[in-house]
């Protein structure tokens, strides 16, 4: 590497440690300032790898445990933890009202944070830090597995997602046949504050929004019952990328369960149903991986990239992979920038709007880590300098335009820094 090349390694990386520095709040970091002012599950987990990446161990082990703090009695750990009132964000906790300490959403996330603290476990060099925090995370953590194996199965055995916002890739195309069939909010005046920072071209439609308010109503109207959400909800998804998550979130800590003399096996049981689920879940015409309708019995489309997010689980059949990166080399000349969140070819494909297109770099990540565990090496590589060539050109963005690569959402996210650290 030239020197000019290490220098600008070393500015991207402090750029990148100060969007982290910027958003960091007590014991925990916001997704970006005003845009998303709380603690976000899934976020923190790659958030906690940021911290971990630029040395900062404690701010690490502590962005998990300040999110494992909220968690619910049944074991459910919320989506949103609302750790300070703020006027920034719609819709706050009076519209989930949920009467939890703290303020909390109703509803969950992916399980990324349970694989970010195995993940610290392994590599934080201060050994008896390392096995103080995960003996005090331990029972949360295998309480957040237990209650997705127990109350968020699928026909399949897969993991079942009550709202589009438990996706995490909330306006995806694939929630637009079922999202069709949930009720709208009983007032239709959206008090939205997401369009004051972000074009409302860039975000999800005020018809979403509605059926997002509309399911949250619902599940409010049902008590926030989490062993029974999946039976009453509008919505119900058996999410491929979800059970990718969780397969691997179990996988992960019944690795360290050995080593910290815990029993695997509850753990290693759960990540091979939820494996075996995602091969329930392939479609081989497509060559795809497809959540499925659990309402309308039906596979959804188009494919997006939560399908190719199966490859982060671990023990995708080579034949499938193979189908999977060649269509997805197929992409690239319209989408060149990774992962496109959508199929360009698809009539739903919008190359700013949210997950409808976009690159995102959770999603290259999870993707190149996914290639990287399955033998894909040079695939893993190539993911990885194209998303780090285009964080140093279009900065810290909360998703880049999936046909030009400019910066589009948030800016100074914290996933986009903190991964580009781990990275
Ligand atoms: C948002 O507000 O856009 C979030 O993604 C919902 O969790």
């Not at 969007?19 to 014991?27: D, F």
């Not at 990328?241 to 979130?249: D, H, K, M, Q």
């Not at 659990?294 to 190719?308: S, W």
């Not at 959770?362 to 060539?389: I, K, M, P």
Request: net charge negative; glycine share 8%.
């Amino acid at each position: 590497m030239t020197s000019r090349g290490a220098s600008d390694v070393v500015d991207l990386r402090a750029r990148a440690l100060a969007v982290l520095v910027g958003n960091h709040r007590a014991g925990y970091t916001v997704p970006a300032e005003g845009l998303y002012p709380y603690q976000w599950c899934w976020d923190s987990g790659p958030i906690a790898l940021g911290w971990a990446a630029a040395g900062k161990w404690d701010d690490a082990w502590t962005e998990l445990l300040r999110l494992l703090s909220a968690q619910w009695a049944s074991g459910m750990v919320p989506h949103i933890v609302f750790w300070e009132s703020c006027d920034d964000y719609f819709p706050g906790p009076e519209v989930w009202g949920t009467s939890h300490t703290p303020p909390t959403t109703g509803i969950t996330q992916p399980p990324l944070p349970v694989s970010s603290a195995a993940r610290l476990f392994v590599a934080d060099p201060d050994r008896d830090r390392a096995r103080a925090m995960l003996a005090a995370m331990w029972p949360g953590l295998v309480a957040w597995i237990g209650w997705i194996a127990r109350a968020r199965r699928g026909p399949h055995g897969g993991c079942v997602i009550v709202h589009p916002w438990e996706s995490g890739m909330d306006n995806a195309p694939c929630w637009d046949a079922p999202l069709e069939h949930a009720p709208t909010a009983s007032d239709p005046h959206l008090e939205r504050r997401d369009v004051a920072t972000v074009a409302a071209a860039h975000r999800p439609t005020d018809h979403d929004y509605r059926r997002y308010l509309g399911i949250v109503e619902r599940l409010r109207a049902a008590g926030w019952d989490t062993e029974e959400q999946a039976a009453v909800s509008p919505f119900a998804v058996e999410d491929v990328a979800f059970t990718a998550i969780a397969a691997r979130a179990a996988s992960d800590l019944g690795q360290v369960a050995r080593d910290v003399g815990e029993d695997p096996a509850p753990l290693d049981r759960f990540a091979a149903e939820a494996r075996a689920a995602l091969t329930a879940l392939w479609d081989d015409d497509a060559g795809w991986f497809r959540p499925y309708d659990v309402r309308r019995e039906a596979p959804l489309g188009p494919l997006t990239a939560g399908g190719l997010v199966a490859v982060w689980a671990g023990g995708v059949d080579a034949a499938r992979v193979d189908r999977m990166l060649e269509r997805l080399d197929g992409w690239a000349t319209a989408a060149p920038f990774g992962v496109p969140t959508c199929d360009p070819t698809a009539p739903a494909f919008d190359p700013e709007r949210y997950w409808r297109g976009p690159a995102w770099v959770l999603v290259n990540w999870l993707v190149a880590d996914g290639c990287a565990r399955s033998g894909y090496a040079e695939r893993a590589e190539q993911l990885r300098a194209s998303t780090l060539a285009l964080v140093a050109r279009a900065g810290f963005s909360e998703y880049y335009d999936a046909t030009t690569g400019q910066g589009i959402g948030g800016h100074g996210f914290s996933w986009s820094a903190a991964l580009t650290l781990a990275w």
